[in-house]
């Protein structure tokens, strides 16, 4: 079946710029999770909806990013006033649930890599 | 604050070798602890993952070793092939954190023909 696909795959903008990131997750699955990586660096958790409410949103940095899942599947990571230190490879897992630790394995997508000039 | 500290950063290792990657951890919550492996342009897989109450577990030719006490595991790769080329991140996740994972900083592993 599909794995987990998100797009754009590259995204430039300049500096000051508001950018949407969107992930789609594999079918059926409940958990969805939001990581950045940063060059030469192990990814970051951000963000982590179970189903439409966002479970823990400890790993977002600041009040610029903000990530939505309105009908508990696709998601939206927003960024507003984009700044060159938020370039990085922004991540999307999926797992089938997070409440139960035999299903929980997380799928990640290819990442879209952002650009801020 | 690093929370899992992965080494080396980069390895090359000979076809047919066994490469060995070590990560440690201070955080004692931590229950859950899988290898990812990562090539190019792709996002992370899941490549093996072990819980504490075992100390060793083996997948093919991916084998995790864990030492509870000394709060440190490492992957080793046996018959290493050139397309196990990849970079690979330890990880771990604590009891309670809804499947956060905390990664390692990653190791850049190449096999050699």
């Known amino acids: 079946g599909a794995g987990v696909s998100q797009t754009p795959s590259n995204k430039v903008t300049e500096k000051g710029k508001y950018v949407e990131l969107r992930c789609d997750p594999i079918?059926?699955?409940?958990?969805l999770y939001w990581y950045r990586q940063s060059l030469g660096q192990g990814p970051e958790f951000l963000i982590y909806?179970?189903?439409?409410?966002?479970?823990?949103d400890s790993g977002l940095p600041n009040d610029r990013f903000f990530a939505v899942r309105p009908e508990g599947s696709v998601s939206t990571l927003k960024i507003q006033r984009t700044e060159r230190g938020d370039s990085a490879v922004y991540l999307c897992?999926?797992?089938?649930?997070?409440?139960?630790?035999?299903?929980?394995?997380?799928?990640f997508g290819p990442g879209t890599r952002l650009t801020v000039l | 604050q690093q929370q899992v500290k992965q080494s080396p950063q980069s390895l090359i290792v000979q076809k047919g070798g066994i490469p060995i990657i070590n990560c440690a951890y201070e955080?004692?919550?931590?229950?859950?602890f899988p290898w990812y492996q990562q090539f190019p342009g792709k996002g992370p897989a899941l490549l093996i993952a072990i819980r504490p109450d075992v100390s060793e577990k083996k997948e093919g030719r991916f084998t995790i070793s864990f030492n509870k006490s000394a709060k440190q595991f490492s992957l080793h790769i046996m018959d290493s092939q050139p397309g196990d080329s990849a970079t690979y991140f330890c990880a771990a996740r604590a009891t309670g954190t809804a499947s956060k994972l905390t990664f390692g900083t990653g190791t850049r592993l190449q096999v050699t023909l």
């Open positions: 897992a999926s797992s089938l649930t997070a409440l139960a630790p035999s299903t929980d394995t997380q799928y």
């Open positions: 955080n004692t919550a931590f229950d859950y």
């Open positions: 909806f179970q189903g439409t409410g966002a479970a823990d």
């Open positions: 079918s059926g699955h409940t958990a």
